[in-house]
């Protein structure tokens, strides 16, 4: 389930610029501006663990393990990881679209949703950190491989 959705939300992701024209997001942080020796690779590394370790495990860590639950009632911890109610689904939705916004926010919004649903179908904050990750290393590649740095 979280491979499926980490590669469904990587399409997702990209999918305007195919599907209704948007230009290519060359404009963003380089790393080639190092040319190719080690402040190149020491970027490039940070900027990997960031995008696949990091980020993964501190949006979803807030976003589906704590505020899902939180919205529902407080103390949060007393509400099982992966309990569907409709407003904190649709508020986690929201917000994660809201904290991605500019070009990203329509993707984030059905990103988001998807996400969550991966928390309520598997029961597991693992499962998200794995669908994110997933996205997210697949979305490096992309970049690397199509210079859109503006996808950083």
């Known amino acids: 389930m979280a491979l499926v959705a980490g590669v469904v939300v990587l399409g997702i992701w ?3 610029q195919w599907l209704l024209g948007r230009p290519n997001r060359t404009e963003g942080f380089n790393p080639w501006f190092f040319g190719e020796g ?6 490039t590394t940070f900027r990997t663990v960031r995008l696949v370790i990091v980020v993964p495990l501190l949006e979803e860590i807030f976003w ?3 505020l899902l639950r939180h919205l529902v009632r407080d103390p949060f911890d007393e509400v099982p990881f992966g309990d569907f109610h409709w407003g904190s689904f ?3 939705t929201a917000l994660f679209g809201a904290a991605h916004w500019g070009p ?4 984030a919004i059905i ?8 928390a309520i179908w598997t029961k597991s904050l693992g499962a998200c950190v794995i669908a994110h990750s997933l996205t997210n290393l ?3 590649v992309y970049i690397f491989q199509t210079g ?3 996808f950083w």
Do not use: E, K
Not at 38 to 43: C, D, G, S
């Open 14 to 16: 990209i999918a305007p």
């Open 38 to 43: 080690a402040p190149f690779w020491l970027n």
């Open 64 to 66: 589906r393990g704590f």
């Open 90 to 92: 649709v508020w986690v």
């Open 104 to 107: 990203d926010f329509v993707p």
């Open 111 to 118: 990103t988001g949703a998807i996400y969550n649903l991966v």
């Open 138 to 140: 697949l979305l490096g």
């Open 148 to 150: 859109q740095w503006g």
